[in-house]
């Protein structure tokens, strides 16, 4: 096997490259180190970038989006072997703590967010995963690389916000940012039972989309539209009875609680690259449960059989694809968000 791989560098000034590192090894008896064979760059890579993530460590390989092939397995691991197809979370997990036993894996103990932040990530050939028990899920034969790519992270994340909004069969649930994270959780409103999703975005193209894959019933531009107005007008004055915060800037931070009817529930799924306020005096009497945080990824076998049923599906969001080779031009083009990309998939290096 060789020495060395092509792998992308985030640098402590925030700029990147694709370089030569020393392939991944078996440091744990629970680590795992698998080839990746598709892989995508999120926003959350790009926050990094930007300094918005305390705990992420500067000279990291980023992505933490993948799914691979199994090559090596420590000692530890008795429910994954070399040759098995697997989707990865994105989340570092033990399983053991108490915070894991409760579901609550964001807060594990011995993990969190460490591929890609902490510790080197997929944006690689090949990638060393801790907890591989825990983290890494077979594949089923009847779903497909693409299929799966986006099942730990940005699809978990559209669930957990569907799932902190507790949502009814019959509810009007509002979903503010159209973005790939947003999308995902449209479609898991649907599948909780939402009779009705409003879509609220700035960019016209991903409203287009949102409205095309019959993603939600209604699509608001705020620029264009009072979004309040429009919610109460489909909703009899009464306001979302659920709200799931996807798109993280001011304006939508205001507008989830705004919309938002009084005693409903506002899932904010967001990562902020600054402080939001939350001006009590002005929401007082609406008695509104905010519920917030890093996504508890623990569906991924059950999200990848709804795949496998056809109850869910992702693959529109990938817009672009290209080989690792070209991830640089990824990253310019998915923080643009220019050409109409939604999600930049990376294939494997090419000599």
């Known amino acids: 096997m060789k020495s060395t791989m092509?792998?992308?560098?985030?640098?402590?000034?925030?700029?990147?490259?694709?370089?030569?590192?020393?392939?991944?090894?078996?440091?744990?008896?629970?680590?795992?180190v698998v080839k990746v064979t598709l892989s995508s760059i999120c926003t959350s890579d790009l926050h990094i970038m930007h300094g918005a993530v305390p705990r992420a460590k500067p000279e990291t390989v980023l992505g933490h989006e993948f799914v691979g092939e199994v090559?090596?397995?420590?000692?530890?691991?008795h429910n994954l072997r070399p040759g098995d197809r697997v989707a990865?979370?994105?989340?570092?997990?033990?399983g053991d703590c108490w915070f894991c036993r409760q579901g609550f894996i964001n807060n594990c103990r011995q993990g969190g967010w460490e591929l890609g932040c902490r510790i080197d990530g997929c944006h690689a050939e090949y990638v060393r995963?801790?907890?591989?028990?825990?983290?890494?899920?077979?594949?089923?034969?009847?779903?497909?690389?693409?299929?799966?790519?986006?099942?730990?992270?940005i699809l978990s994340s559209g669930y957990f916000g569907a799932e902190l909004c507790?949502?009814?069969?019959?509810?009007?649930?509002?979903?503010?940012?159209a973005g790939p994270v947003g999308l995902c959780a449209m479609s898991c409103a649907k599948l909780f039972g939402a009779a009705q999703v409003i879509a609220l975005d700035m960019d016209e193209s991903r409203l287009g989309t949102a409205q095309r894959q019959g993603l939600c019933e209604t699509a608001v531009h705020p620029g264009k539209q009072d979004p309040k107005q429009v919610v109460d007008a489909l909703t009899g004055g009464r306001g979302a009875d659920g709200v799931i915060e996807a798109a993280g800037s001011k304006e939508s931070f205001q507008m989830a609680w705004d919309?938002?009817?009084p005693n409903a529930t506002v899932a904010v799924i967001a990562m902020y690259e600054e402080a939001q306020m939350l001006p009590l005096h002005q929401m007082y009497g609406k008695n509104l449960i905010f519920k917030t945080g890093g996504v508890d990824a623990v569906h991924c076998e059950t999200l990848l059989k709804l795949i496998g049923a056809g109850r869910l599906s992702t693959d529109f969001l990938i817009t672009h694809t290209s080989?690792?080779?070209?991830i640089l031009e990824g990253y310019r083009i998915f923080g643009q968000k220019s050409d109409g990309c939604l999600k930049?998939?990376?294939t494997p290096y090419q000599d």
């Open 71 to 77: 090559m090596e397995v420590g000692p530890g691991i």
């Open 6 to 32: 092509k792998a992308l560098v985030c640098h402590k000034d925030g700029s990147i490259e694709l370089m030569d590192r020393p392939m991944p090894c078996i440091r744990d008896p629970r680590d795992a």
């Open 323 to 326: 080989p690792l080779n070209d």
């Open 344 to 346: 930049w998939a990376v």
């Open 166 to 177: 507790s949502i009814q069969p019959g509810d009007t649930v509002a979903v503010i940012g």
């Open 88 to 94: 990865a979370n994105c989340i570092t997990f033990c």
């Open 129 to 153: 995963v801790p907890f591989a028990d825990m983290g890494l899920t077979k594949i089923p034969d009847n779903v497909t690389d693409q299929n799966a790519l986006f099942v730990g992270d």
């Open 259 to 261: 919309i938002a009817r």
